[in-house]
């Protein structure tokens, strides 16, 4: 079992940077393909941002986001940079094996609570 705490979520303003954090506790991380997804009110959850044996990210958030991760403290962050009002949307990590297609959401075994992010225009 693996348990996915999110944070760093809040209210900024376009244009802003932020960063989320994902915390992994439980069976061994360093194997886990890890990912950023998102949900805007109203709309299905998307993939933002994965890690594995090579990144990947939505083309709407390359080179904007960066997603990176820390085995050693079985960390995975998302940093978010000219962030607009259109990422506004509970970001979700996700913990899933690391084959297949990273951009759907079946593809992953654990999910985190969330964290809402808000930008403001």
């Known amino acids: 079992q693996v348990q996915l705490v999110e944070s760093g979520g809040g209210l900024v303003q376009a244009g802003d940077s932020l960063r989320l954090s994902c915390a992994a506790s439980?069976?061994?991380?360093?194997?886990?393909?890890m990912a950023w997804f998102r949900q805007a009110p109203g709309k299905d959850r998307e993939f933002v941002a994965a890690t594995g044996w090579r990144l990947y990210f939505a083309n709407s958030v390359q080179g904007r986001f960066t997603i990176t991760r820390d085995n050693a403290k079985n960390m995975v962050y998302l940093q978010m940079n000219s962030l607009k009002p259109e990422d506004t949307a509970v970001y979700f990590c996700a913990a899933g094996q690391d084959k297949g297609t990273p951009y759907i959401i079946d593809n992953y075994d654990y999910w985190g609570q969330g964290t809402q992010v808000t930008v403001s225009s």
């Open positions: 439980g069976r061994i991380f360093s194997n886990y393909r």
